[in-house]
């Protein structure tokens, strides 16, 4: 006789869940993203408060990331550089997502801090050939008379004029004559209120061109990056390291002088609020003169830190960038004043 057996005591055992796999290649799935083609296992098909939740952690992420970032980035030279080199990346924003974010946030800064003196500028019509135009006034006795009434002239001869003496060049679309024409007219205008009698027109005019030329400085600082890093490349040419390298600390360092920016952007506006109360401006004001010192101790500490050379050769190499780079710049506001200037 067998011994009678026990029956199994419990819930019987579930059955082998299937294994899941990529909706766009196939393989199995093991985590949130494909191992084969890396596509995330979550779309955007899915409840809005899900998709929310996902939005609202990656801002979080960032913040975090953000204020790890920025100390360093202003306070400790060449701190991100060398980590970023040594393989330490995760913990910090990517230089070049840094770099970008802080041109706009630099743009609207300058952007606000013009706005926060307002000045009465009259604006430029545009007819439907794009030309610009404004109610021609003649030119008062003792006034400049090379951009009145439509024109502009020099040593008495009319150079453009909006009826007759248009800028055609053969080889453009009429689209892009009518641009050019346009700026032109925009640039005769402009320098019709600079040069009139009128010191109020004249001083208005002026500031309102700083504004837009200082406006465009954060991008011009954007576009030299690569240009910067060549010379990088070129002044450290015998420690054979890669662009990459050079554009990486051309970004660190574009980084910090667009916080420098905001800082001296704050601090400005601050002294401007406190200018009724008189000393109260003098902390504000050395401030900014520590501001503009640290710049300069800044760049040279940073590029002594990450290509290991002495003072003497830094100092030596750091001179002749700054003054490569000081044309560079030049070449740029240059750019920046005649965007300005055609500016309406």
């Known amino acids: 006789m067998q011994p009678e057996t026990s029956k199994p005591t419990g819930l019987p055992a579930p059955p082998d869940t299937p294994q899941r796999t990529c909706e766009n290649c ?9 191992y084969a083609c890396g596509q995330p296992t979550h779309g955007l098909v899915r409840h809005f408060s899900s998709v929310l939740a996902d939005v609202t952690d990656s801002v979080f992420n960032i913040d975090e990331r953000v204020l790890k970032t920025l100390a ?21 924003v990517t230089p070049f997502r840094l770099v970008f974010f802080l041109a706009i946030i630099a743009f609207f800064a300058l952007q606000l801090s013009f706005r926060a003196n307002p000045y009465n500028a009259s604006r430029i019509g545009v007819d439907g050939s794009g030309v610009g135009t404004v109610t021609s006034q003649p ?29 055609r060049i053969g080889w453009l679309p009429g689209v892009a004559n009518d641009w050019l024409n346009g700026l032109i007219a925009n640039a005769r205008v402009n320098l019709q209120r600079m040069n009139s009698g009128n010191p109020a027109e004249t001083m208005t005019e002026a500031r309102q061109m700083l504004s837009r030329m200082f406006a465009v400085a954060p991008t011009v600082l954007f576009v030299l990056l690569p240009f910067f890093a060549l010379l ?7 420690q054979r390291r890669l662009y990459m390298e050079h554009l990486i600390v051309a970004m660190h360092s574009h980084a910090f002088l667009m916080v420098s920016l905001l800082v001296l952007v704050l601090l400005s506006l601050l002294r401007a609020a406190l200018q009724p109360h008189g000393w109260l401006t003098v902390p504000f004001g050395l401030a ?15 590029q002594k830190r990450i290509y290991r050379q002495g003072r003497f050769m830094t100092t030596v190499k750091y ?16 750019f920046a004043a005649l965007a300005s200037l055609t500016g309406a």
């Open 26 to 34: 196939g393989a199995p799935l093991y985590g949130k993203f494909c």
């Open 232 to 238: 990088l490349k070129i002044f450290y040419l015998f």
């Open 288 to 302: 900014a003169a520590a501001a503009w010192i640290w710049i300069f101790v800044y760049l040279w500490l940073m």
């Open 72 to 92: 360093p980035l202003y306070l400790r030279p060449g701190k991100l550089t060398l980590d970023y080199l040594a393989g330490k990346r995760a913990r910090y």
């Open 319 to 334: 001179g002749c960038l700054g003054c490569c780079y000081s044309i560079l710049v030049l070449f740029g506001l240059a």
């Open 139 to 167: 030119a008062a006795k003792g006034q400049d008379n090379h951009f009145s009434n439509d024109e502009i002239r020099l040593n008495g001869k009319v150079l453009w004029n909006a009826r007759d003496k248009l800028l």
